[in-house]
T-cell receptor
Framework: ETGVTQSPTHLIKTRGQQVTLRCSSQSGHNTVSWYQQALGQGPQFIFQ???????GRGNFPPRFSGLQFPNYSSELNVNALELDDSALYLCASSSGAGNEQFFGPGTRLTVL | GENVEQHPSTLSVQEGDSAVIKCTYS??????FPWYKQELGKRPQLIID?????GEKKDQRIAVTLNKTAKHFSLHITETQPEDSAVYFC????????????FGAGTQVVVTP
């Protein structure tokens, strides 16, 4: 198992609400990437944080935002939730933007 | 941007046989190709990776080959065991795409005893 942790494990929200997901990176890792994995599909890149700065973004709207803290933990915020936001949200930490990524267990978000 | 296609979507093999999963990528600048194994309800686990300056890499029963000219790479699992049953994802990363991994759609591997 990796040292990457995520909270909460599961979450149920209703359409229009806002959600915050959290990720603690593995010791020694300064980079966190966030992915959305819909059922039966591969993970889709949302964005990456390197030393507290956004370091790249995938094709997700601005209502998906994030933060990275001085201890390199990270948050993913999603505003105005839509039904299609229901998915497994994975974070992955690495020791640099271009190095191997190790995934956390994910947060299963259900939007009703 | 990078596009990764993965085949087959499902693969059934007898225990002890070999399994091969193939991926193609579109961005010739991609230089890093990891493979992840995801068991039901669990996190993707990095099982092997290869960089563009290497043609083949092995780790016990697992090997990955890369053909940069054809822009495809493959995962080979030999002497399959029931615990190899899982979904396998290939991914690719370009030189200018920071840490963004572009994943394939996954292959469900079922190893029957």
């Amino acid at each position: 198992e990796t040292g990457v942790t995520q909270s909460p494990t599961h979450l149920i929200k209703t359409r229009g609400q806002q959600v915050t997901l959290r990720c603690s990176s593995q010791s020694g890792h300064n980079t966190v990437s966030w992915y959305q994995q819909a059922l039966g599909q591969g993970p889709q890149f949302i964005f990456q944080y390197y030393r507290e700065e956004e370091n790249g973004r995938g094709n997700f709207p601005p209502r998906f935002s994030g933060l990275q803290f001085p201890n390199y933990s990270s948050e993913l915020n999603v505003n105005a939730l839509e039904l299609d936001d229901s998915a497994l949200y994975l974070c992955a930490s690495s020791s640099g933007a271009g190095n191997e990524q190790f995934f956390g267990p994910g947060t299963r978000l259900t939007v009703l | 941007g990078e596009n990764v296609e993965q085949h087959p979507s499902t693969l059934s093999v007898q225990e002890g046989d070999s399994a091969v999963i193939k991926c193609t990528y579109s961005d010739s600048a991609s230089n890093y190709f990891p493979w992840y194994k995801q068991e039901l309800g669990k996190r993707p686990q990095l099982i092997i990776d290869i960089r563009s300056n290497v043609g083949e890499k092995k780790d016990q029963r697992i090997a990955v080959t890369l053909n940069k000219t054809a822009k495809h790479f493959s995962l080979h699992i030999t002497e399959t065991q029931p615990e190899d049953s899982a979904v396998y994802f290939c991914a690719a990363r370009g030189t200018d795409s920071w840490g963004k991994l572009q994943f394939g759609a996954g292959t469900q591997v079922v190893v029957t005893p």
